[in-house]
């Protein structure tokens, strides 16, 4: 049975939790460890205080704990926000959107030279510029064989 099985079959979601954790911990202490959490905004609050509890260990260990999240989309404020953006290990890098002519290039790139000016706006308004869901929505055009504008 690996790891993720043991876990699982535990009854006490909070027991397997710190089974988890602590199981990182002692990894980190053998070789460096990479936890990602991607959109930390959607995380439940056992979940917010047990990588909180790990963040505040960071700097003790060979691990880094890498979260994004999305600033513009307003969400209730997690207790690990306001901890991560005290730690003193904290490396934040603020990613903005893409630009209006960066998208028209990708847009062009993807869906040919025929594409107009109008649909490359609407690329952008319909992902805010973000690169991920700009790639998603572009890969949906390409298999549906046209622009979905």
């Known amino acids: 049975m690996d790891l993720a099985q043991q876990v699982l079959s535990r009854t006490n979601a909070g027991e397997a939790a710190n089974d988890l954790l602590s199981r990182r911990l002692e990894l980190a202490e053998?070789?460096?460890l990479v936890i990602s959490v991607v959109d930390i905004r959607h995380a439940d609050l056992p979940s917010a205080r047990r990588l909180s509890h790990l963040v505040r260990r960071l700097l003790a260990t060979r691990m880094i704990v890498v979260l994004t999240d999305d600033q513009i989309v307003r969400t209730s404020p997690l207790p690990l926000r306001a901890e991560v953006l005290r730690s003193p290990g904290l490396l934040r890098i603020i990613v903005a959107p893409l630009d209006p002519e960066t998208v028209g290039q990708l847009v062009v790139a993807r869906l040919g030279a025929g594409v107009d000016h109008e649909k490359?706006?609407?690329?952008r308004e319909a992902t805010g510029g973000n690169p991920v869901l700009l790639r998603a929505l572009l890969a949906d055009c390409e298999?549906?064989?046209?622009?979905?504008?």
């Not at 490359?120 to 690329?123: A, D, E, G, H, K």
Request: overall charge positive; aromatic content about 14%; charged content about 20%.
């Open 143 to 149: 298999t549906a064989g046209e622009a979905l504008a």
């Open 120 to 123: 490359s706006r609407w690329f």
């Open 30 to 32: 053998h070789r460096p």
